[in-house]
Each structure stands twice: as structure tokens, then as C-alpha cells.
């Protein structure tokens, strides 16, 4: 007796044949709307997974399109803050420029900076646009509106050399705002801006400000170095290393001026107005 998977197989197309005719016949005997609606449910079921399918690809493109505008936006958004910031800069470099003007015990020449210290040799030396022409000379303080740069080393009539803080020749009178102290500002490539002379157990903390003695130079008094970063305190030393932060970036100068006259009445500068806000002493 044959198998009844040997008689499915044999029997396959003509009970396919078969139930084609039933189904025709019991369609043709069916009502119209009964027609139409198995006709609309079985194209429903065969193009579903179409309709899925074009349904994900323009879901998944209108999120592509909105990714990119979001992306576009962002950028924008990053441009614009970064114009804010250089506004920002530029409104503390106008700041620090009007501050220069209302001073009345200094005159101060704007100076545009011609070159910027390229090699070892000049690596402390920068030029500048203005010269014997404009009532320089040598010795003059140069200063950013942050604080002291440096001070005019040779002058010809319509340029000068600048000679920076960060030169090893460079020592100057120091004394600290707070607490009085005096000591000698000075750079070395060891500790870089530092304020040496000064005993330990003196009265010396992080964050003090150091500015010009006005003692054994040609600089006045009051001109700000810097502020205490970090004070080490060596066994069996006689010294303190008082480390110092720059208070004018030798690394971006932008706005500089030169010191071209000091008045008698001149408490020192940008710091003074600090100072008489604080009741300190010029």
C-alpha cells in the first residue's frame, strides 16, 4: 500500500486543480461585495511586507535629512559661539586699552608688533612700528594691558627692538603686593619666571601679586610681573623659589604699548586700581 507522502506527491496537481475550480465556483456563486473584499484583504496580505519596506526606506530617509539638518545647525551653532568668544577676547583687549587712556599719571604709544622672535638668537627679541620718529628710546617699559612685557633695547627712527621678561639678562626689582616682601624677578629655563632674594618663612602665598620695586632700575614702581603659582620651600636652602605666572602672555602678544612718560603721582599699572579698591599702599 503506497504512503501517503507518496500519494500527496502523486496526487498534487490535480487536487490543486481541484481546488482552483472550487474556489472558482464558490466565487462566481459569491456576492460582489463579498468578492471585493477578499480581493482587498489578500492584496493587503501579499503587499504588506512592500509596504513595510517603503515604509522603513522613507522613514529611515526623512530621519537622514533631519540628522543633516541637525548636523548643519549644530555646526552653525559652533561658529556662532566661537565668533561670541573672539568678540568676548576682543571686548577684554578694548577693556584693558581704555583703562590705558584713562590713566593720567602714563602716556602710552599704541605699537603694532613687525616680527615675532623666529630664531634661538632673537627667540627674546621682538620688532615693533615705532621709533626715534616717536620720542623712543632705549629703556622705555613696554607693557600689554595685562601687565609688564618687556623694555625698548635699540631704537632706529621708525622701528625697535624689544628685549622680553623672558630674557636671562632680564632682572628687575620685585615687591610682593600683600605682603611687602621685596625680591628679584627673573627666567631661567629651570623655573621659569621666578622671584629669587627672598628668605625663608617670609610671609609669601599662592596667588600673591608681584609688581615692580621701582628699586636699583630704570622701571617705576607698581608695574605688574605676575602672581605666585607655587612656593618651594628646599631643606638647608637660604633661598625660597617663589614661582611665578606671567601676568602678560609673551607667547600672544596682540595689543602693546609703550611707556612713554611716568607721572610723580604714578601708582603703578594695570594694578592700581585694585590696590586703592583693596586699601593697599602704592
Same mark, same amino acid.
Given at each position: ?9 502523486? &496526487? ?10 472550487? =474556489? ?13 473584499? *477578499? ?16 515604509? %522603513?526606506?522613507?522613514?529611515?530617509? @526623512?530621519? /537622514?535629512? #533631519? !540628522? ?5 545647525? =549644530? ?30 599719571? &602714563? ?8 616680527? &615675532? ?6 627667540? !627674546? *627679541? ?12 632705549? +629703556?622705555?617699559?613696554?607693557?600689554? &594691558? $595685562? ?5 625698548? #633695547? ?9 628685549? %622680553? %621678561? ?9 615687591? !610682593? ?14 623655573? +621659569? ?8 618663612? %617670609?610671609?609669601? @602665598?599662592? +596667588? ?9 632700575? #630704570? ?10 603659582? $607655587? ?21 600672544? =602678544? $596682540? ?7 611716568? /607721572? #610723580?603721582?604714578?601708582? +603703578?599699572?594695570?594694578?592700581?586700581? $585694585? ?8
Amino acid at each position: 500500500m503506497p504512503r501517503p507522502a507518496v500519494l500527496l506527491h502523486r &496526487y498534487r496537481d490535480r487536487g490543486l486543480l481541484l481546488l482552483c475550480v472550487i =474556489l472558482a465556483f464558490v466565487l462566481r456563486s459569491s456576492s460582489e461585495e463579498f468578492r471585493f473584499q *477578499l480581493a482587498r484583504r489578500s492584496a493587503t496580505v501579499f503587499y504588506a511586507p512592500s509596504d513595510g519596506l517603503t515604509w %522603513l526606506g522613507h522613514t529611515l530617509g @526623512q530621519w /537622514g535629512f #533631519e !540628522n543633516e539638518d541637525l548636523r548643519a545647525r =549644530l555646526r552653525d551653532q559652533e561658529h556662532q559661539w566661537a565668533h561670541i568668544q573672539e568678540v568676548r577676547r576682543e571686548n577684554d583687549r578694548l577693556r584693558g586699552i581704555l583703562g590705558f587712556s584713562s590713566s593720567q599719571a &602714563y602716556q602710552f604709544l599704541p605699537a603694532e608688533l613687525l616680527s &615675532y622672535p623666529l630664531t634661538f638668537q632673537d627667540r !627674546n *627679541l621682538v620688532r615693533i612700528d615705532k621709533g626715534s620718529a616717536h620720542g623712543l628710546e632705549p +629703556g622705555m617699559p613696554v607693557v600689554g &594691558y $595685562e601687565g609688564l612685557v618687556g623694555r625698548v #633695547e635699540f631704537v632706529e627712527p621708525h622701528r625697535s627692538q624689544v628685549l %622680553l %621678561l623672558s630674557s636671562k639678562t632680564f632682572t628687575l626689582g620685585a615687591r !610682593n603686593l600683600r605682603s611687602r616682601i621685596l625680591g628679584a624677578f627673573k627666567w631661567n629655563p629651570r623655573l +621659569g619666571f621666578h622671584v629669587d632674594r627672598v628668605d625663608p618663612g %617670609l610671609d609669601v @602665598q599662592v +596667588g600673591d601679586r608681584f609688581v615692580t620695586s621701582g628699586l636699583g632700575s #630704570e622701571f617705576p614702581g607698581g608695574f605688574l610681573l605676575g602672581t605666585v603659582r $607655587e612656593v618651594k620651600h628646599t631643606p638647608g636652602s637660604l633661598r625660597m623659589e617663589i614661582l611665578i605666572r606671567p601676568a602678560a602672555s609673551l607667547s600672544s =602678544l $596682540e595689543n602693546i604699548f609703550v611707556v612713554t612718560r611716568v /607721572g #610723580e603721582d604714578a601708582a +603703578g599699572f594695570p594694578h592700581d586700581t $585694585e590696590a586703592a579698591d583693596k586699601g593697599e599702599a602704592p
